[in-house]
């Protein structure tokens, strides 16, 4: 298991100091951290079904398996818990920050590497049933929440979103033994996706991989020369920028574009009051990051500002026609990583 060197000396910094520490300088590591555990849990469930192989887990920006590169990223910020709260303040939200879901997301990512390790992808049923590796990543997706075709793993129906992702959610599906798939899958398409895994994973085997990782894996922690400030400052413009699209003519119709009443309340005001309510809500609903929920609202608190908007119905009338509206702008809005990654 690749690592990073022990953590010394930044823990008990505030957060304004700790951001300014080099992320290589943290020298976090694996072994001794929470993740040491998930990982661990990770390796077991391998050897439960017979599976010899266990990929690598490294220290990485994000979550994330190298294009056909068996090895596993890990958010570095998961190996300390200084730094998830520093992750919780930043960016609202810890992506694994909890047992449960780091280990849904390990076992995503094991189905990359598994399929990289062995070349599955190249395999005709396995074309046959995911479609080809060659399909085009989108920048967004469109997807079918009721469609039996996929399997549940992570959230935004990311099977969806291109053939790789489908046999990851397939794979990690499989492997989680609380998952009950025989049963709960039975009556769908999906049971020929999740019974090709299971024969595919009894003949892998003890069978060493046909493909493993060499030399330094990339976007390792170990060696990432930026401060946490560059890293986040980068991060928050990059998924802050989620959500594209002018609402003007939209907010004009769920608010009144002049002083409806001497008593009126500003549009802006009414979305600032019930912010986080709002995000806490869109979250949920949609599976979207809670950061990229806030920024979305804090452009149309702006707009709903310059076009001088006022709340022409009850507050509770007016926040449940927004949260519609923004609940509605963010589930047909979904992005995926950048090229050469997968989740």
Known sequence: MAGTRKASGWENLSDDELLQVRIRDLKVQIPGSPLEGSVKRLYEELDARGIDFHPDCFLADEWFTPAKIPILGIPFYLAHPR????????????????????????????????????????????RDLFGPLSATYSDTYYYQPYSRRFVTNLRDNYAQCHPEEDFAETFAVWLD?????QEKYKDWPA???????????RNIGSKPPVVTATGQPPYAASRMTSTLAAFYERRRRVLGSEFQ??????????????????????????????????????????????????????????????????????DTVSLMALTAFVTAIASNTLMRREEGRTL
């Open 83 to 126: 730094l998830v709260r520093l992750e919780k303040r930043l960016m609202y939200e810890v992506e694994g920050g909890t047992e449960r879901s780091c280990v849904r997301l390990l076992r995503h990512e094991c189905g990359h590497a598994l399929n990289y390790a062995y070349r599955l992808y190249s395999r005709t049923r396995w």
């Open 177 to 181: 033994p609380a998952s009950g798939w």
């Open 191 to 201: 049971i020929k996706k999740l019974q090709y895994v299971a024969r595919v994973m």
């Open 245 to 314: 699209g002018f609402y003007d003519d939209s907010l004009a119709e769920l608010f009144a574009p002049a002083h409806p009443s001497a008593t009126a309340v500003p549009a802006g005001s009414l979305l600032r009051a019930s912010r986080t309510r709002l995000v806490d809500s869109v979250a949920r609903w949609t599976g979207h990051r809670k950061f990229d929920i806030d920024r979305l609202i804090g452009r149309l608190i702006s707009r709903c500002n310059a076009l001088d908007l006022y709340v022409k119905d009850s």
